[in-house]
Each structure stands twice: as structure tokens, then as C-alpha cells.
Nanobody
Framework: QVQVVESGGGLVQAGGSLRLACTAS????????MGWFRQAPGKEREGVSC????????YYAASVKGRFTITRDNAKKTLYLQMSNLKPEDTAMYYC????????????????????WGQGTQVTVSS
């Protein structure tokens, strides 16, 4: 049974930090690229970051580059997102997703490239 579970969200002041985690099971996690997405109320789901199977290829959305860091621990089947210098505009539900392949390509933020999704964890940044 496939399971993708996010954790680590919460309420933080602007300028603060949070670390999200995503544990996955029920499929070959280390064969899949993994991504983080977010969705704010009234907005479309957008890609935040993608990491390939080896961790050597990483993409970030321009809005988070330099502030967020994605990593993965294949032995623990866990994906992380370290978020620093958070801004109110980072407020959203954050989702973890497993890619259909092991690669993050230029089209990494296309949600159709991912087929397993978690339920999300809420991040709220107050000003």
C-alpha cells in the first residue's frame, strides 16, 4: 500500500525557519525523483523543488531559491525541505510527491510528472 506522509508544518513568524519531512512507503522510493509542491488558498498548486534519485540534480522555484533546501535520505525513505527566511507569501499547504521516473527534468514542476501524493502539511507565516 502506497503511503506518502508529510510532517513539520506549523505557524512561524516571518524570518523564521521550518523543516518539513516526508516519509514514503509501498513503492521503490529510491527509484523515484521526489518533489515538494505548495498550494495557497485560491491559487493553483505550484512546484517548490525537485530532487532526483541520487540527490545530484535539484531544481527550485525562483521564489524559494536561496531560502529553501531539499534533501533526501534514501535509506530512511524520507524527503526533507529546510525552509529559512520564511515570508508571509510562503503560507500554503505543502505537499510531497513521488515522480513517475527517477529524474527531475526542466518540466519538473508539471504535476502530471508525479503520481503519488501526500495529504499535505500546513505552513503559515505571520508578518
Amino acid at each position: 500500500q502506497v503511503q506518502v506522509v508529510e510532517s513539520g508544518g506549523g505557524l512561524v513568524q516571518a524570518g523564521g525557519s521550518l523543516r518539513l519531512a516526508c516519509t514514503a512507503s509501498g513503492f521503490a522510493v529510491d527509484d523515484r525523483a521526489m518533489g515538494w509542491f505548495r498550494q495557497a488558498p485560491g491559487k493553483e498548486r505550484e512546484g517548490v523543488s525537485c530532487i532526483n534519485t541520487s540527490g545530484l540534480t535539484i531544481y527550485y522555484a525562483a521564489s524559494v531559491k536561496g531560502r529553501f533546501t531539499i534533501t533526501r535520505d534514501n535509506a530512511k525513505k524520507t524527503l526533507y525541505l529546510q525552509m529559512s527566511n520564511l515570508k508571509p507569501e510562503d503560507t500554503a499547504m505543502y505537499y510531497c510527491a513521488a515522480g513517475r521516473t527517477g529524474s527531475c527534468l526542466v518540466s519538473w514542476s508539471n504535476i502530471s510528472r508525479y503520481n503519488y501524493w501526500g495529504q499535505g502539511t500546513q505552513v503559515t507565516v505571520s508578518s
